[in-house]
Structure formats: structure tokens, C-alpha cells
């Protein structure tokens, strides 16, 4: 996804949710997006990568 | 000002050998004289204060005594309500108006007799580390942490043995360990939110930032309430045939060479101490901030979308940026990163289990505090936001739930306090008040005080 598309899309968004400030800095903004789709990358790691197999039974002193 | 730990100021008041009033007029003379340094404090009524101590000294006159707290000052992170004070949260959002309700905890501390020093500083609306314009004790140009910086100020710097903070992230135990005090998250809603402004709901944590381990486990017993259980039954035990496994690697890792040498040398001391320290490793650490900045941003944008729309101008950029960031990324990263969060905590679980392990022993943080204009720490060949250094240390065991104690251990080159970080099994706060008593009293660091501010 290029920069001037999540650009794009954080306008979009940003529009949606009724977020009209005009002097949005969406370059950082935008900067910011991309590096938590990095995160998300990371999240896939630990969800495919964990060898935790056991997804907790309900247990009050491990939430 | 010098003062005596929670429990002996107690005893002195309920003896009369030394009155609430006397405390508070020394507590205001010394925040007139040092805090347009330090700026623990962003409302601090005299007035208010004097009345409530006189109050106090009153009623102790008239045989009702309160409790261990009885005419004890304590410090509040303005983010929680206190009747007689506004809640302003760091923010410009946030109007001056006075609250007329206290929050639970509040309402706690003040049937056990406490009386509210005034607000501390808070980092805009709890989101940050750096709690300007809070200056750090041991050096002003230095930051004090955050986002509960005033109240690490305001203990370390001498004027209150106690005060409260909140951690979403690491907000307690980051200001502890950058002004050298004792703060505890305890375990995830054990300590109720109600009346505090939230930042991220499922992380959000209350808890103390105290002068010692004992004034800790005191407050403790006062902010749970009538729960039955005393925080100090266990200090004294020691923590002989006690197992920790001590965690170094990612996301510990890389931390500032004071930092590791104190830690390992705070390591070799609970080993002295009688404890058995065994070197493990939970990979799924490494992938705490995804999971951390996975979840506050959608939870702190969905509760400030009201301001996002109405009143951005009165965010700074920064925060700004995080919350939009919140109604922008998609809502499968909230639910991955809840997954994995279910999985670090099942991680953690299973390193207890496995290891039969009494606590986790960690560095606090990797590096000591930043300079008020730093922007990044350098370790190697890594640069890294101050932030995410700071918060990768202590961000695990909020995603988990389960308490973690900051304790000091050390100081670096520049004579910046190093913190150890103790967590133990959820609902194990007397554990890791035990294990943090047993080293701290045992070690000279907790009683060396700022020369400055």
C-alpha cells in the first residue's frame, strides 16, 4: 500500500467517524498507520509462531 | 523534608507526640519552596489541605481514630476524582471544575483516615512517559517518568510518603524506577477504576508509589478495601527456598550497561538472600507491544472520539496521532492482539508452572531516566523510541494481569536511579511485597534521597 493510499484511506476513516479538523497532520498520521500494520505483522508471529497450545480454560487468577 | 515511614508517622500522630496539622503546614511550606522545580503537584490546595488535617487532628481528639492513616497525607494522580479538586488529566480537555465525588479509591483511603496532598502531575491523559513539565529529583533536566510522574516526584523528592498512580503500560513502575521509590501494579482489577479517567480500559491498573516496600503494603490494604487480606503479613518472612526465574532476553533486552550490571548484581543478592534464581525465557514476550499497541489505541479512541470530533485542537499532535490511529487501524488488530494476550498470559502461566517458580525477576526498564529533549536511547546498534523502550519492559504484565513490583537497585554512572522489577502469580501481591521487602531492606538503596530539587 502506497503512502498516498493510506492516506486516502485515514481521510476516509477520519471522515466517517464525523473527524473534520482540517489541520490533521495526515503524513504522520499515516507514517503511524503503517508501522502498526508492522505490529500486526509481529501479532501474526506470536499467534502462529507460539508453541502455547493450551488456550486458557476460564480462570480468574489467569485472565 | 525527612520523614518517618507511613507506619512510624502513624504511630506519632496516634500518640500525639506529632499532629496532622503539623505535617501538612512543613508538606506546604516545603511545595512552596521546591515544587515551581519539580512541579510534582498541578493543583495543590493549601487551604483545603490544612482544613482537612485540622479535621483530622480534631477527630482524634474526640477519640475517633481512623486507622493506620489517620492524618497521613497522600499524593493523587489527576486522573482520579477527588472531591474539593478537578480532574484535569494532563489535558487541556479537561476544565477546571471541582469534583464533588471521590472516586472508590479515594472513598477507601479516606475511611482509613488519609488525607489528599493534592493532584500530581499526569502525562497528557495518562498516555506518555515524560509527565512534563514534572522535572526528575535527581537531576531537573532530567524526566521523571510517566505517565505517573508527579507522583514518583513527589515521593522521591521527599514531600509525601504515598501517593497513587496508574499503569496501563508501566505508568507506576516506570516513574518508580526513574525516581528511585517503590510503585506496585497489582494484579488487573484487584484495586477499582471507578471515578478515574480510563486510558485503556482492559489495561488500565491502579496502584502506589510509596518511599518504601512496608508504606506500599500499607496502602495497599487501604485501596483494596474490606477484602480481609493484610498486605504486610508476609514482609518479614524472607524469601529463603523462594524460586524466581529471571528473565533477560527480548523484550528485556538490549538494556544500558549500568542497568544490566546492576541487575545482575541485584540477582546475585536474592541469591545470597536464600532465593534460588534459575535463567529463563518466554519467546512470546518478544510480541508484547504488538499486542500492547494493538489494544490502546482502539480503546483510547473510542473513548476520546467525543474530543477527536469536537475538541481535537485541544490534543497535542502527538496523542492526537495515537487516537486517530484508534479509529483508523482495523478492528481485527484489537481482536489478534487480544489472541495474543491470551497467549502471553498462558506463556506466563505455563513459566510458572513449569519452573514452580515464586516470581519472575526483570530490570525494570532497560535504560535510566531520558533527558527532557531525548527523543530516542541508543543501545548498540539499536536506536529506539524512549516510549517503547520504557514500556517493553514493563507492558508484559499488563497484558498479563498479574502484579509487578519496582524496587530501586541501583544508579548508574550519572547517579539516575535503576529499578528491579519482581511479578508474581496474579493475586500474589503479598508475594512480591514479600520478595521486593526482603531485598530492599537488605540493600542501602532505598535510602538514599535526592540532593537536589
Known sequence: ????????????????????????????????FAGRIGLDLSLNSLINDSAIDDQPQFDPSWI | MILDSIKETSRKIHDREISATEIVVELINDVNNRDHTLNAFTSFNSELLLDNAKLADKQLSDGKYSGLLHGIPVGIKDIINVAGYPTRCG???????VQNSDAVVINNLRTDGAIFAGKTTSHELACGVTSAPASNPWNTNYVPGGSSGGSGVAVACGYIRAALGSDTGGSIRIPASLCGVVGLKPTYGLVSTSGVEPLSVSLDHLGPITASVEDCALIMNSLVGQSGVDYTSELNQGIAGMR????????????????????????????????????????????????????????????????LQNKPGLISPSIRTLLIAGRVIPESIYHRANTGRKLIASALRRAFEDNNLNAVITPSLPATAAKKDQDEFTFDTLSEHISVSYVRTTAPFNVSGQPAISVPCGFDSMGLPIGLQIATRPFDETGALRIAHAYATSTDWQLVTPKIG
Do not use: W
Open chain 2, 91 to 97: 489535558s487541556d480537555l479537561y476544565s477546571n471544575q
Open chain 1, 1 to 32: 500500500m502506497t503512502h498516498e493510499e493510506i492516506v486516502e484511506i485515514v481521510k476516509s476513516k477520519l471522515k466517517t467517524d464525523s473527524i473534520l479538523e482540517p489541520g490533521f497532520e495526515f503524513d504522520i498520521i499515516a507514517q503511524d
Open chain 2, 244 to 307: 524466581f526465574g529471571v528473565l533477560a532476553g527480548k523484550p528485556f533486552s538490549p538494556m544500558q550497561p549500568d542497568v544490566q550490571q546492576a541487575f545482575e548484581n541485584a540477582v546475585d543478592h536474592l541469591r545470597d538472600l536464600g532465593a534460588t534464581c534459575i535463567n529463563i525465557e518466554i519467546p512470546e514476550l518478544e510480541h508484547t507491544l504488538a499486542v500492547e499497541f494493538g489494544i490502546i489505541p482502539l480503546e483510547a479512541g473510542a473513548y476520546h472520539l467525543n474530543s
